[in-house]
């Protein structure tokens, strides 16, 4: 178990620009969720998948967002056209699938850190 | 919808007194209740969680929490706190059997020696 994992770590990128995360979550999970989170908040439920699947999205991920998990393990999640108001933490969370205590346990990675100028 | 309140932004406290540090929810259906905590530069890690049975909660590092569902809170505790426990804690919330989740803002804790 290496830990749910994000990459970049870090992002910094021009206004209008697309940029594109990645995530890889602990392998035998079948859930993977999607958080942003800026500064002196906490994070913002963005998007979910159980495997290849999303079955939740927020509204505030605008047209400009898109995430996929197409083979049900990695996800990535793109942005396109930023914007200085999309700067933040974007944070994955993984967990196990099906209904037992333990599925309601998310495991974080370390986040990517979004800078738009 | 259901929406978190952390009612503290920042909590300082000395080291080995004991801290609360609240939790106020709203929903209209029954829900779960989490706390995560956040230390620098890292992920969020997962304190405990109340899904159904006893009120009283214990998680890892000695903290616990109670659900009062009277009073729709979940605060979390610990009798005596360490420097190492200065981070950020959040409080989280989802319906039950959902798993979209809900964070508060978070508080700050601040443990001086």
């Known amino acids: 178990d290496t830990g749910v994992s994000q990459d970049p770590r870090h992002k910094i990128t021009k206004r209008g620009q697309n940029v594109t995360f990645r995530c890889d979550p602990i392998?035998?999970?079948?859930?993977l969720y999607w958080y942003r989170q800026t500064l002196g908040q906490g994070p913002e439920f963005l998007t979910y998948?159980?495997?290849?699947?999303?079955?939740?999205k927020s509204r505030l991920l605008s047209d400009r967002f898109s995430a996929e998990r197409p083979k049900g393990s990695f996800s990535t999640l793109e942005i396109q056209r930023t914007e200085q108001g999309d700067s933040a933490m974007y944070l994955c969370a993984s967990s196990l699938g099906g209904g037992g205590r333990r599925a309601y346990e998310q495991y974080f990675g370390p986040g990517t850190r979004l800078t738009v100028t | 919808a259901q929406s978190v309140t952390q009612l503290d932004s920042q909590v300082p406290v000395f080291e080995e007194a004991p801290v609360e540090l609240r939790c106020n929810y709203s929903s209209s259906v029954s829900v779960y209740l989490f706390w995560y905590v956040q230390y620098p530069n890292q992920g969020l890690q997962l304190l405990l969680k109340?899904?159904?049975?006893?009120?009283l909660v214990k998680g890892i590092n000695g903290f616990e929490a109670e659900f009062n569902k009277s009073q729709t809170s979940f605060h979390l505790r610990k009798p005596s706190v360490h420097i190492s426990d200065t981070a950020e804690y959040f409080c989280a919330v989802s319906i039950t059997g959902g798993f979209k989740t809900i964070f508060g803002a978070g508080t700050r804790l601040f443990v001086k020696a």
């Open positions: 392998s035998e999970h079948n859930r």
């Open positions: 109340y899904l159904s049975g006893s009120t």
């Open positions: 998948f159980q495997n290849e699947a999303q079955l939740e």
